[in-house]
Nanobody, 126 residues
């Protein structure tokens, strides 16, 4: 019943941009926090950004602050991650995840989220 499907990844040069999409189903998007995470080979999965429910508050990891923007389109049941000024260290598999609770805040911890998408590969290379 629940579904999170990421798309928009690909190969991009340093300094370039990508827009990731997370299309959701099985819940009312505005009732839940959504997080974006990434995982590079041999590294732990790390929180990148999240967007809260009612207040639409957002958080960003220090490493992406000022370069990435998270947003929500409730009508399309989609959460986006706009990634600008990409760096090689941004390379990894990007996942979206949902906090199935009904809190009005979000966090960047792996343990804040209950259900995950399949991921989309982002490669930043010259």
């Amino acid at each position: 019943q629940l579904q999170l499907v990421e798309s928009g990844g690909g190969l991009v040069q340093p300094g370039g941009s990508l827009r990731l999409s997370c299309v959701t189903a099985g819940f009312t998007l505005d009732h839940h926090a959504i997080g974006w995470f990434r995982q590079a080979p041999g590294k732990e999965r790390e929180g990148v950004s999240c967007i809260a429910s009612i207040d639409v508050n957002t958080l960003y990891a220090d490493s992406v602050k000022g370069r990435f923007t998270i947003s929500r389109d409730s009508a399309k049941k989609t959460v986006y991650l706009q990634m600008n000024s990409l760096k090689p260290e941004d390379t990894g598999v990007y996942y979206c995840a949902i906090d199935l609770g009904y809190g009005s805040s979000c966090g960047l911890s792996f343990y804040d989220y209950n259900y995950w998408g399949q991921g989309t590969q982002v490669t930043v290379s010259s």
